[in-house]
Every structure is written in C-alpha cells, then in structure tokens.
C-alpha cells in the first residue's frame, strides 16, 4: 500500500517548512498555508515525505495509507 500526505488546517500554523522541505508534493496558497498533492506518494518521495511530517513545527502534517499501489516515479 501507498501513503498519502495529509495536513490537518486546524493544527497547521503556515509555517511553509513544509513547503520548502517537499516542493514536489506540497504548495503554499496566498496565505503561506500548504495545499498537498492528493496523490500517493511515490516510493522515490517517501523517505523525504517521513522527513517532512518530522519537521513540520506544530504537526500538522502526516501520512495515511492509501488504497492505491505506490508508483517509483
């Protein structure tokens, strides 16, 4: 099974680390709040999505199982 990456908007806080920290999946709207890709991770983001989630300040990030397969991209 895939991981998807998730952001709660009620704990996120806009820091933008995440942002930074993982261009490829997540963007930040005119506020500075993130908007994630709803697409699995691909196995060749994984380990740098684990690394995200660890780095976000108040926790807001994290990542769920998904249905569908992973693609290594």
Known sequence: MAETLR???????????????????VTL?????P????APV??????DARRDVAACPPL??????SKEPAHSD
């Open 42 to 47: 691909t196995t060749a983001l994984a380990r």
């Open 35 to 38: 908007i994630v890709d709803p």
């Open 7 to 25: 952001v709660n908007p009620i704990q996120c806080s806009g820091h933008g680390v995440c942002a930074e920290l993982l261009p490829e999946l």
């Open 60 to 65: 807001a990030l994290k990542l769920t199982r």
């Open 29 to 33: 709207d005119e506020w500075g709040y």
